[in-house]
């Protein structure tokens, strides 16, 4: 069973983001004046300020940057810096996953979690 | 233009209590500030700036404010970086004063969260949806135990450190409280205890978290004419740095806290050095916390925390850097989930001589306080303090 999650608001700022992913895909906006990648989603990227992002799909493939797993949670899980191959690094939910056998550098692929009363969202699993 | 030397510190109360289900938190707020203008000899009618943050019932200032009745204000600031804040605080006071927009500057926090039965740490609580990251991090449950374990699992590893290595902070704390009265936790702990203790956010165990109280603190900071006719000794401040950092975009790096900018800024403006510190409160939510912080503020090389701690560096008597005598966070108070305002009070103390006599560092003349607020691993406050008894 998966771990009951607060549902996400969507903002209309992401509205694009948030619509992709209902649809199965994870976007990732990358920043056409200065050719930067950047995460969380925003209206002005992140690095140079100009409004002119495009919104890339994920490979949907990336690696563990750190996690920690909490053992004592009415519900144990397991959250985690990922880095994808589109370079930035994402908060998330490692889930389908032995938490003793992860490891820092372990690739993970996406999955998609239904969430009661919000959007799915993006979680990773060992690939 | 700089602070150094145009303000002291001339008041600092912590709180005894570190249960109140029987008191307010403005009551525990206005209780700590009589407690600090007592201990500087002032009166209520002396102060003319006030600052707080969001530990504070109402709008920024305002209401503590009307509730203590401080009918000479002229300056105000609730500036909120989480438990770093206080220290900051210090930094904006002395600024107001360098500038003549004020004389007397009381600072105040105070909080029930043991009386109100928070689960600090461990509980996931829904965020609001107006805060730009709430829609992209909420669902994770990103609670700030496990948002500071990440930042220990990344330390161990780049640089091979251990949970050993980390529990030597809280046995060094343990030294320090057993000599302190009103801590929480008063029992020495050793290495085994800690690492023994039920695991709450892998790689940190429960004795790698600070306590949770309530409670408070106050400090007075004036100007130097001001310092100077009363009858407390002399603790001037010298520099001070203030830093925040984040997720920089999506280029996330948990290997740095913002005590890199805010240490430089203290350090360049004091013109001290780490060598030249006596006596350092570091602020110890968790046991990384510090680790972090030593190694971004230059009292060890990047990666050699965990070696530092172990080598017992942080006990007073025993080490180079005496740190958190009174017992810090991780034993004796950790007052409305935000320590940093006992940061400074442990130090004054020890720049007065007036620590614990088995925890007082000999000849304490210079002394560091820094607080890191909000989360280390997501996005935190960094704030610096460089003080020194004259
Ligand atoms: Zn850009």
Redesign the pocket.
């Known amino acids: 069973m998966a771990r009951k999650m607060f549902p996400s608001v969507p903002s209309a700022e992401n509205a694009a983001f948030w619509a992709a992913a209902e649809a199965g895909t994870l976007m990732v906006p990358k920043?056409k004046?200065?050719g930067?990648s950047h995460w969380y989603p925003r209206a002005l990227?992140p690095?140079?300020f100009?409004d002119d992002i495009e919104l890339i799909p994920s490979k949907g493939t990336g690696t563990i940057y750190s996690w920690s797993h909490m053992p004592r949670a009415p519900e144990p899980y397991t959250i985690a810096y990922v880095t994808l191959a589109e370079g930035v690094t994402v908060l998330t939910n490692i889930v389908d996953c032995d938490p003793k056998a992860l490891k820092i550098g372990q690739a993970v692929k996406l999955a998609w979690q239904k969430v009661e009363g919000g959007p799915q969202v993006w979680v990773y699993t060992p690939a | 233009m700089s602070i150094k030397g145009k303000a002291y510190i001339v008041g600092a109360y912590e709180h005894p209590t570190r249960k109140a289900p029987d008191k307010s938190v403005a009551q525990l707020h206005a209780e700590c500030a009589a407690g600090a203008l007592k201990d500087a000899g002032l009166t209520k009618d002396d102060i003319d700036g006030y600052i707080c943050a969001g530990d504070a019932p109402g709008m920024g200032p305002i209401n503590m404010i009307d509730y203590m009745n401080l009918t000479k204000i002229r300056f105000m600031d609730s500036t909120d970086v989480g438990g770093s804040s206080y220290l900051l605080h210090v930094a904006h006071a002395a600024q107001a004063i360098a500038l003549g927009r004020a004389s007397v500057v009381l600072i105040t926090l105070a909080g029930r969260p043991r009386s109100e039965g928070q689960a600090t740490g461990t509980a996931p609580r829904a965020g609001n949806p107006l805060v730009p990251d709430t829609q992209f991090e909420q669902q994770y449950a990103a609670v700030t135990g496990n948002g500071y374990a990440m930042v220990a699992a990344r330390h161990m590893y780049e640089y091979g450190t251990t949970s050993e290595q980390l529990a030597w902070i809280k046995v060094a704390a343990s030294h320090h409280a057993q000599y302190n009265e009103h801590a929480m936790l008063r029992d020495v702990v050793t290495v085994e205890d800690v690492v023994n203790s039920p695991m709450v956010a892998t790689p940190l165990h429960r004795l790698d978290c600070c306590v949770i109280s309530d409670g408070g603190g106050a400090l007075i900071v004036t100007s130097p004419e001001i310092a100077k006719s009363l009858k407390r000794p002399l603790v001037k401040v010298i520099g001070a740095g203030e830093s925040p950092k984040g997720q920089l975009g999506g280029m996330v790096d948990l290997t740095y806290s913002g005590a890199v900018r805010s240490g430089a800024a203290a350090w360049a403006e004091s013109g001290v050095k780490p060598a030249d510190i006596k006596y350092a409160s570091i602020y110890d939510s968790f046991t990384i916390t510090v680790l972090m912080q030593l190694e971004d503020l230059g009292f060890c090389a990047r990666g050699q925390g965990g070696k530092f701690v172990s080598d017992g560096n942080l006990i007073s008597g025993v080490g180079k850097l005496p740190f958190n005598t009174d017992g810090g966070g991780l034993c004796n108070n950790h007052p409305a989930n935000r320590g940093g305002i006992t940061k400074v009070i442990e130090a004054v103390r020890q720049l007065r001589g007036e620590a614990h006599p088995k925890v007082q560092v000999p000849n304490c003349d210079i002394a560091l306080a820094h607080g890191t607020g909000g989360m280390l691993g997501t996005r935190h406050g960094s704030a610096t303090l460089i003080m020194e008894r004259e």
Do not use: G, T
Request: hydrophobic share 0%; proline share 0%.
């Open positions: 920043c004046s200065c930067k990227c690095h140079c100009s």
